[in-house]
């Protein structure tokens, strides 16, 4: 049994990250085009319109999905199992990389 304890502390930092982030790239961009006025829901939806930015927003919103995904598992205490197998996934392999779902062997 894996501690996922130390997971979610890693999963959550990673989440806070992300959202930090992605609240830098909203308050550049306002930054760039004029004032603070738009709450951030709206900014959010700037930024999508942005070709470049929008790139970027996209992939950290997958990462932001995996993410809760993973905080999800750790509540349902299904964290650190293959969705293949349903062999335990390394806690290396869940250090490195603390969203994965399935085990080194099953990985392409
Ligand atoms: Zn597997």
């Known amino acids: 049994m894996i501690q996922t304890e130390k997971f979610e502390t890693l999963l959550k930092g990673k989440k806070k990250e992300l959202l930090d982030r992605i609240q830098g790239l909203v308050k550049d961009k306002t930054r760039l ?3 603070l006025d738009a709450d951030f829901e709206e900014q959010a939806t700037m930024l999508e319109n942005s070709e470049v930015v929008d790139h970027l927003d996209l992939l950290e919103r ?16 299904e964290y650190g199992v293959c969705q293949n197998c349903q062999a335990a996934i390394s806690e290396k392999r869940l250090t490195a990389l ?3 779902t399935t085990c080194l062997n099953c990985t392409p």
């Open 98 to 100: 603390p969203y994965a």
């Open 62 to 77: 997958q990462e932001l999905a995996l993410i809760e995904a993973a905080l999800r598992r750790i509540k349902d205490q």
């Open 33 to 35: 085009d004029g004032p």
